[in-house]
């Protein structure tokens, strides 16, 4: 017989604003439905419970009892993220999870508990199931039994974790009143007339007259009062990314209070993540725009990473960048996830960069400088010299046992000036001559403006011309005469002569 | 009757290493190993703790560092245009990655040529290169990398004008103590003293001296140059030593650099024998 878990969030709509808005715990808080003073309260927190709030009274009927309410309307991102949260802690447990929507979700427990040694195992697992959600900022309650109905039933009870033993559903559910089944209005007026009260009661009534008086509804709910429930558990596709978002009390219109919020969201997503084993690979941010809108922005992570205060720089950055425009009136984090870069550790080898602060590091560099200016350097095809191209950098591991630094070779490396310095050259020839040597090199006029080196002296000794011929079958060839001349008192440069212009440029410092 | 050693010591003022050899005589045998002075002792622990030092492979370098590149601290290379100072640097960084480290290069001047660095021996798969446009973001850039727990960052600020100017003092203190917390070595190449008080070591190298094969009728041909690094400032040790550094052109063996030849008209080759005769560095790498 299989055994089922259902984790079970009471008063779902609340649950679910409070895991957003924490500090909202202490208050007197009312989550309400509709709109203006038709609104009418779903859930209410103790505190209002207290003051006499019940599920169904208006808005203003709650405020007449609790002046001091504070009153948060049902939030479709909330719930979403929230009842997201819960199937991924169930998830953490087993494999096999149903998204019963509501803040229900059902587990394939078969077998899990022999991970719980002791003499109630399951009585464990169930705690261990609710200290979970407990981490996770959901107060769920769990149940365990071989239906999905009783284990719902089991979760709805108090003083939980509630274990139903196999082959019990019926023994179990027959002192429980009948609303714990949850009938459908009509049959539990009928049955209400007929003087059935308890799950017991109805079970005991003959089915075969039960179905001729109620019809299906009726046959149905009474062979889930014996105990029989047919409804096999339908594991659920895992989503491919994490969404985490809420909508706005008052639409913001001010980057910080915004990034405020963000955080505790940008929180959440990150533990969601990591409880998983996934780090973001990409960051959405979807805008609700006041009055009527929508925006979404998307940041490409060099590496994924889990790391909040990267995730929220790159945010401030894109909307620095490109504000929405408009009051924002909600907002969503879809973190698509990816598997985090892992490093081996080495006892002899050098250390390896750890992963996590490798990509956080990354992030916020193509934050600060941009994408095409942070990677690892790869030469490219071609001669010139200012060519060059930028991949990922992803290190490989470092070797096993570290390697003894080769000896110098002492050579003499070309700093290249990016662009070329345009210079003006006087030669020993006429201009056009390409083996006319340069005796003197002047700065061009506007160098100084452009804030580049100054190139100019007369040359000691010029060693040249080295034809560079590339790309003469595309839109930009290139054909150059280099020299490598020594300016007195200014240093040793490489310098060429653009055969297509004749115009003269440093490209390089011996340096 | 003869006064106490100690308290000679104490009443007449002297030279500290006159009074530890005197106060080192006068003790039995046993005990002289363990009397140290302050600068002894710290040189002990730097070399006791001294897996740190980064070698350069750059011989020069490391024997004026003392083994190289000490972790943790903050060395500045000074050096105008054409001083050996990227040569050094590139140098340092194909010496770490070699050894299967990461290492990165914040690039201020941008002046890193790929196929040439890989030529220098930089594993470029080890090599993260950064190229930010002025001076504040080199030195956000630096913070994050060695916070990141890069075990060499070099940072060279390129050519002057510097954009940027020399950053506030208190910024290079900042990135001096970053590298201590984080046990990394950080390399600067500045054309001029940029670090103030946060370097623990200071090398100037001085423009170079260029040397040429050939000349008069032959053709010229660059060799490479020869270039003086002096030490400038170094905590506990004493300042002055200089050691000539000589960088090649191409990776062969030679003869001593010739002397220094005298100013003369530019040498014109003929150029299809030039052309067969010499491959330049860029140009082979790039074909390589």
Same mark, same amino acid.
């Given at each position: ?19 957003s ?33 019940r ?22 991102d ?31 427990a ?21 200290n ?42 027959s002192?429980?009143?009948?609303q714990r ?13 007929w003087?059935?009260r ?27 009062a ?29 980057l ?31 805008m ?40 924002v ?29 490798l ?17 690892s350097?790869?030469?490219v ?70 804030k ?27 054909g150059?005469?280099?020299w ?28 | ?21 005197r ?44 083994g ?19 040569s050094i ?13 990461? *290492? %990165?290069?914040?690039? &201020?001047?941008?002046?890193?040529? +790929?196929?040439? $660095?890989?030529? @220098? #021996?930089?594993?470029?798969? !080890? ?12 030195? *956000? %850039?630096?913070?994050? &990398?060695?916070?990141?727990?890069? +075990?060499?960052? $070099?940072?060279? @600020? #390129?050519?002057?004008?510097? !954009? ?65 690094v ?19 052109v191409e990776d ?7 002397p ?6 530019a040498a ?21």
């Open positions: 017989m299989p055994r089922i878990a259902c984790l079970y969030l009471p008063l779902f709509p609340l649950a679910a604003r409070l895991r808005e924490p500090e909202l715990i202490r208050e007197a808080l009312a989550v309400v439905e509709g709109n203006g003073n038709a609104a009418r309260v779903v859930a209410a927190t103790r505190l209002a419970r207290a003051a006499g709030l599920p169904g009274l208006t808005l203003p009927q709650a405020r007449a009892l609790c002046p001091k309410l504070v009153a948060r309307p049902r939030d479709a909330c719930e979403r993220a929230a009842q997201e949260a819960l199937l991924e802690v169930a998830e953490a447990f087993s494999p096999r999870v149903e998204d019963a929507g509501e803040g229900i979700a059902y587990l394939d078969d077998g899990i508990e022999r991970h719980y040694p002791g003499p109630s195992p399951e009585l464990e697992m169930g705690r261990a199931l609710m979970a959600a407990e981490a996770a900022s959901l107060p769920a309650r769990a149940g365990i039994a071989s239906s999905k109905l009783a284990a719902r039933v089991a979760a709805g009870l108090p003083d939980p974790p509630v274990i139903v033993p196999a082959g019990e559903e019926a023994a179990f559910l002192p429980l009143p009948l089944l949850a009938p459908e209005v009509d049959v539990a007026e009928t049955l209400e007339r003087g059935v308890s799950v017991g009661d109805f079970a005991r009534l003959p089915p075969s007259r039960i179905a001729s008086r109620l019809g299906r509804l009726g046959r149905e709910l009474h062979s889930t014996r105990g029989v429930d047919p409804r096999p558990l339908i594991p659920r596709e895992p989503p491919p990314a994490f969404h985490e978002g809420m909508s706005l009390e008052w639409p913001l219109v001010a910080e209070p915004f990034l405020f919020v963000g955080r505790a969201a940008l929180d959440r997503l990150c533990q969601r993540l990591e409880s998983r084993g996934f780090a973001c690979q990409r960051l959405e941010l979807e609700r725009l006041e009055p009527d809108g929508f925006q979404s922005r998307s940041v490409v992570l060099p590496a994924p990473t889990r790391d909040v205060k990267t995730l929220l720089t790159l945010i401030r950055l894109e909307l620095e960048a490109r504000p929405p425009g408009a009051p009136a909600g907002f969503t984090f879809v973190a698509h996830p990816d598997r985090p870069r892992e490093a081996q550790l080495t006892l002899y080898g050098p250390a390896a960069l750890s992963p996590d602060k990509a956080s590091t990354l992030a916020r560099l193509f934050a600060l400088l941009g994408p095409d200016r942070v990677g350097p790869r030469p095809d071609g001669h010139r010299p200012e060519r060059f191209a930028l991949v990922d950098f992803s290190p490989p591991p470092p070797p096993e046992a570290r390697r003894e630094p080769r000896a110098g070779r002492g050579l003499l490396a070309v700093r290249v000036l990016r662009p070329p310095v345009e210079i003006e050259v006087l030669t020993n020839g006429a201009p056009e001559e390409p083996e006319a040597a340069p005796v003197e090199v002047r700065a061009a006029p506007h160098t100084e403006e452009a580049r080196p100054r190139v100019e002296g007369p040359v000691k000794v010029a060693s040249g011309p080295w034809g560079l011929e590339e790309d003469w079958w595309a839109d930009d060839p290139a150059r005469d280099y490598d001349v020594e300016i007195a008192g200014r240093g040793l440069y490489r310098i060429y002569r653009e055969r297509a212009t004749g115009a003269w440029y440093a490209d390089g410092i011996y340096d | 009757m003869a006064e106490p050693l100690t308290q000679t010591i104490l009443e007449k003022p002297m030279h500290a290493p006159a009074a530890l050899s106060l080192r005589s006068a003790l039995p045998e046993s005990l002289r190993a363990h009397l140290r002075s302050a600068r002894e002792l710290d040189r002990d622990l730097r070399e006791s703790a001294g897996e740190g030092a980064f070698p350069t492979a750059v011989p020069v370098l490391d024997r004026l560092l003392d190289g590149l000490p972790r943790g601290q903050l060395v500045e290379l000074v050096g105008a245009r054409a001083s050996g100072r990227f640097l590139l140098a340092a960084l194909a010496a770490a990655t070699g050894t299967g480290e990461a *290492a %990165a290069l914040v690039d &201020l001047g941008d002046g890193l040529d +790929p196929a040439a $660095a890989a030529a @220098l #021996g930089i594993d470029l798969e !080890r090599l993260l290169w950064v190229r930010p446009a002025r001076l504040k973001e080199a030195l *956000a %850039a630096t913070e994050m &990398l060695l916070a990141s727990g890069f +075990p060499l960052v $070099a940072l060279d @600020l #390129g050519l002057p004008p510097l !954009r940027g100017g020399r950053g506030v003092e208190s910024s290079w203190l900042r990135l001096a103590r970053t590298a201590r917390a984080h046990d990394a070595a950080l390399l600067v190449g500045s054309p001029y003293r940029v670090s103030g008080t946060a370097a623990a070591a200071v090398l100037k190298a001085n423009r170079g001296r260029a040397a040429w094969r050939g000349g008069g009728v032959s053709p010229c041909l660059l060799d490479g140059f020869s270039a003086r002096e030490l400038e400032k170094c905590r506990g040790r004493l300042p002055g030593q200089s050691e000539e550094i000589r960088l090649l062969l063996p030679r003869p001593a650099l010739p220094r030849q005298p100013a003369r008209p014109v080759p003929e150029r299809r024998e030039r052309q067969e005769q010499v491959v330049r560095p860029f140009l082979r790498a790039a074909s390589a």
